[in-house]
T-cell receptor, first 112, second 114 residues
Framework: SQQGEEDPQALSIQEGENATMNCSYKTSINNLQWYRQNSGRGLVHLILIRSNEREKHSGRLRVTLDTSKKSSSLLITASRAADTASYFCATDAKGNTGKLIFGQGTTLQVKP | NAGVTQTPKFQVLKTGQSMTLQCAQDMNHEYMSWYRQDPGMGLRLIHYSVGAGITDQGEVPNGYNVSRSTTEDFPLRLLSAAPSQTSVYFC?????????????FGEGSRLTVL
């Protein structure tokens, strides 16, 4: 079964609002990564958080990691219509030789 | 830099036919992998490789073969296509060095099996 489970599956917000997506996983990890996918395109890496980190920022993105709960969240602040995409978490499990296991993704729609 | 290049972008097969999806990267990445993406299922790892001559199975390897004769290329072979293999396939690569864990993806190959 997949390592990551994401919540919600779909999210629709107005431009300017914040969007929060959650990811839960099952086993111990080296790091957790978030990716973005525009419709019909490949995935693009957004941000990585290591198992010894609790929070990380990159521009309008903020990622948190709670290893005790095996969960992570991605916050996009002041969303824009261009943020409309699917967002995936991926985990690099300990001892897994670098392979990433992806969650099912959250589809975000930002209405102008 | 071209990055990760996948060919073909679109392919239609009949059940039982065989084909190869090509993946090439020009970044000298040791690690390469194949995923399939189906609606509501996210991405599932099919096979991966940590270097030339080394391959291993992912979550859903049945029906697929891979080989890695060079650092640059990692083809995915469907030996006898089935309708259940209708999907979008993504190749991804990364270097195997510390603190460079992000995957670089190709644009995908959309396969339909009739």
């Amino acid at each position: 079964s997949q390592q990551g489970e994401e919540d919600p599956q779909a999210l629709s917000i107005q431009e300017g609002e914040n969007a929060t997506m959650n990811c839960s996983y099952k086993t111990s990890i080296n790091n957790l990564q978030w990716y973005r996918q525009n419709s019909g395109r490949g995935l693009v890496h957004l941000i990585l958080i290591r198992s010894n980190e609790r929070e990380k920022h990159s521009g309008r993105l903020r990622v948190t990691l709670d290893t005790s709960k095996k969960s992570s969240s991605l916050l996009i602040t002041a969303s824009r219509a261009a943020d409309t995409a699917s967002y995936f978490c991926a985990t690099d499990a300990k001892g897994n030789t670098g392979k990433l296991i992806f969650g099912q993704g959250t589809t975000l729609q930002v209405k102008p | 830099n071209a990055g990760v290049t996948q060919t073909p972008k679109f392919q239609v097969l009949k059940t039982g036919q065989s084909m190869t999806l090509q993946c090439a990267q020009d970044m000298n990445h040791e690690y390469m992998s194949w995923y399939r993406q189906d609606p509501g299922m996210g991405l599932r790892l099919i096979h991966y490789s940590v270097g030339a001559g080394i391959t291993d199975q992912g979550e859903v390897p049945n029906g697929y073969n891979v080989s890695r004769s060079t650092t640059e290329d990692f083809p995915l072979r469907l030996l006898s296509a089935a309708p259940s293999q209708t999907s979008v396939y993504f190749c991804a690569s990364r270097p195997l060095v510390a603190r460079k864990e992000e995957l670089f993806f190709g644009e995908g190959s959309r396969l339909t099996v009739l």
